[in-house]
Structure formats: structure tokens, C-alpha cells
């Protein structure tokens, strides 16, 4: 009976995740040009995460909400910085694929400046996802921690924000410069709808 059990629970979620991974492929361009990623851009806050990732302000919303209150109000907290982060990957991702189209297309044309702008939104884009990836996760385990774990301590996002050289924030804004760049190496109306988007 428990074997049973345990079949079929490993099956079914074999089958959530291969269904998973098989959206994620048929939903991917092959080749995602300019215009196929600017509708797809999530508009950005950064001022709103600044503010979840701040200690001092965390350190503050602990004092004055009191045990109880700070953890419920942490669990927010915490689903809020998910969805904003998620957002910033999303974006991340579709720049790294216009990324990866323009290099492409400076096999025939050789522009070097596109070549070269293309090249560091790649590299930027694929650091911002790897790192602010394993940030995600840890909030995510936090989450799950405060939500059924009623003793757990409850952990201050504020520590995530600088992992190593890795800044959450910063990296982002280095990312969104490094797309502009390119936007501009591009040329065309693509600088001015790039910012807009952005």
C-alpha cells in the first residue's frame, strides 16, 4: 500500500514537472528579436525592492509590529519580493534571448559594435539569472519555513541582498544598462522604446 502510494505520487510529479519543461519549450521563440521581447517586458520598480531588501527597515517593522505581527507581515513581505523578482528573471530571460538574436545576426552582418553590446547583455543577463536564481530559492524556502514551521526564527531579506560580489540590485541596473547599449548599437527607434518599456 505505501509502495503504491509512493508510485504514484513519484509519477505524478514526474508528470508535472516533464509537462512543465515541455510549456517552457513550446512557449520559447526560436529567434527573439527586438520586437518579439518588448511586449513581453514587465514594466520595473526598483525603488519597491529596494525597500524589501533594506535592514534597517526590516530591523524597524520587527520593533514596532512586535514577534506575531512581524512574521505575518514578513510572509508578505517575502511573496511580494518573489513576485517582483520573478518579474526582473522573466525580463532577464527574454533580453538574454533579443541578446543572443543580435549576436547572431552579426555572423552575416559584422557589425562589431552590435557584437560586442549583444555579448555583455548575454553575459549580464545569464549572471543576474543564475545569482538572483539561488536568491529565490532561498526565499522560497524561508517562506515555506515561516508558513509551517511556527517557531522558525523569522529571517531578515536584507541579508540576501548582497551575496559575495553578487548585488541583487545593482545587477539589475547593470543589466538594464547593458540592454540599452545595445538598444542603441541597434539603432532605429529601438533606444527610445527600450527606455519606455523598461
Not at 132 to 142: D, N, P, V, Y
Request: aromatic share 14%; charged share 25%.
Amino acid at each position: 500500500m505505501i509502495v503504491t502510494i509512493s508510485v504514484t505520487l513519484f509519477i505524478t510529479f514526474f508528470l508535472i514537472f516533464f509537462f512543465r519543461v515541455l510549456v517552457s519549450f513550446s512557449s520559447r521563440f526560436k529567434k527573439r528579436g527586438f520586437y518579439d521581447v518588448l511586449p513581453f517586458l514587465h514594466p520595473d520598480d526598483p525603488g519597491y525592492l529596494e525597500e524589501l531588501f533594506d535592514l534597517e527597515r526590516e530591523a524597524s517593522l520587527a520593533i514596532a509590529l512586535g514577534k506575531k505581527a512581524f512574521r505575518k507581515a514578513q510572509i508578505k513581505r517575502i511573496r511580494l519580493a518573489l513576485e517582483r523578482l520573478n518579474r526582473r528573471a522573466f525580463n532577464a530571460g527574454c533580453l538574454q534571448d533579443w541578446a543572443f538574436a543580435e549576436a547572431q545576426k552579426t555572423v552575416a552582418t559584422r557589425d562589431l559594435e552590435v557584437r560586442a553590446a549583444a555579448e555583455e547583455l548575454e553575459k549580464s543577463c545569464s549572471t543576474y539569472r543564475l545569482s538572483a536564481g539561488i536568491i529565490q530559492r532561498q526565499l522560497q524556502r524561508w517562506l515555506i519555513q515561516l508558513i509551517f514551521l511556527p517557531f522558525f526564527r523569522v529571517p531578515y531579506m536584507g541579508s540576501l541582498k548582497k551575496i559575495d560580489s553578487f548585488d541583487l540590485l545593482q545587477s539589475y541596473e547593470i543589466l538594464e544598462e547593458a540592454a540599452v547599449r545595445l538598444a542603441q548599437a541597434c539603432g532605429g527607434e529601438c533606444y527610445e522604446l527600450l527606455v519606455n518599456a523598461l
